[in-house]
């Protein structure tokens, strides 16, 4: 059966037969679906897609926040598109099918360091430094991920806005945790935790954002 849909630029796109329709750039790729294909299940194959399926988790909710898929549009890291650019900066940095400590949600960018994460009092605490520099302005948003690996497989996004820059660049930030992550938390107590923050405004073309940092808990 035939699924075509048109573009907001009137070119179709979709699936038709063993052919995939995908617009890139405003131009139409046409892909061939092999009629067939076996999966291979040998262990680098499983283990490649697993990789795969753990960083598209990571670039979907990355790209899903605006302020991030802002960042990676406006990076200068090669891809084409934000979600592409997340993909291609993360893919080679998971392993065993799950994230790792160097993972990224943010490109490489102002000087961030993690100087301590915990739960406590069912509040998750955080300590962080981050130099005052003219390029990042306030209010700014902290982007917190909570990855639980294992069977879990899952990544709690938490956001905060910070208003103004702290003394000495050093921040002490509290966020509650919900009952989804308590309970992740009580199968996981050492999931990995990846901070950043981002300040600017894209539409003056001033977007400027830190480094990820990243530990486990």
């Not at 697993?50 to 406006?74: D, G, H, M, T, V």
């Not at 084409?80 to 099918?97: A, C, D, E, F, I």
């Not at 945790?177 to 894209?202: E, M, R, V």
Request: glycine share 8%; net charge positive; with cysteine.
């Amino acid at each position: 059966m035939a699924s075509v849909r048109s573009s907001v630029i009137g070119i179709p796109s979709g699936k038709i037969g063993n052919i995939i329709i995908r617009i890139r750039n405003g131009k139409p790729f046409y892909y061939s679906i092999p009629e067939n294909f076996k999966m291979s299940n040998s262990a680098a194959a499983v283990r490649g897609r697993k990789n795969f399926a753990s960083s598209q988790a990571l670039a979907k909710l990355a790209n899903a926040s605006p302020k991030l898929q802002e960042i990676w549009k406006n990076a200068k890291v090669p891809g084409t598109s934000p979600y592409h650019r997340l993909m291609k900066n993360n893919g080679k940095l998971v392993s065993g099918g799950f994230l790792t400590t160097s993972n990224k949600i943010t490109p490489e960018g102002l000087p961030l360091k993690l100087n301590s994460a915990a739960v406590e009092n069912k509040k998750l605490m955080i300590s962080f430094d981050c130099p005052a520099s003219p390029d990042l302005s306030f209010p700014a948003t902290l982007s917190i991920y909570i990855y639980f690996g294992g069977n879990a497989n899952t990544i709690i996004p938490i956001y905060r806005e910070i208003t103004e820059p702290a003394p000495g660049g050093i921040y002490n930030i509290e966020a509650a945790i919900d009952s989804n992550t308590k309970k992740l938390l009580s199968k996981d107590p050492s999931p990995i935790i990846y901070i950043a923050l981002a300040g600017g405004t894209a539409s003056k073309k001033k977007v400027y954002w830190t480094s990820t940092a990243s530990a486990r808990l």
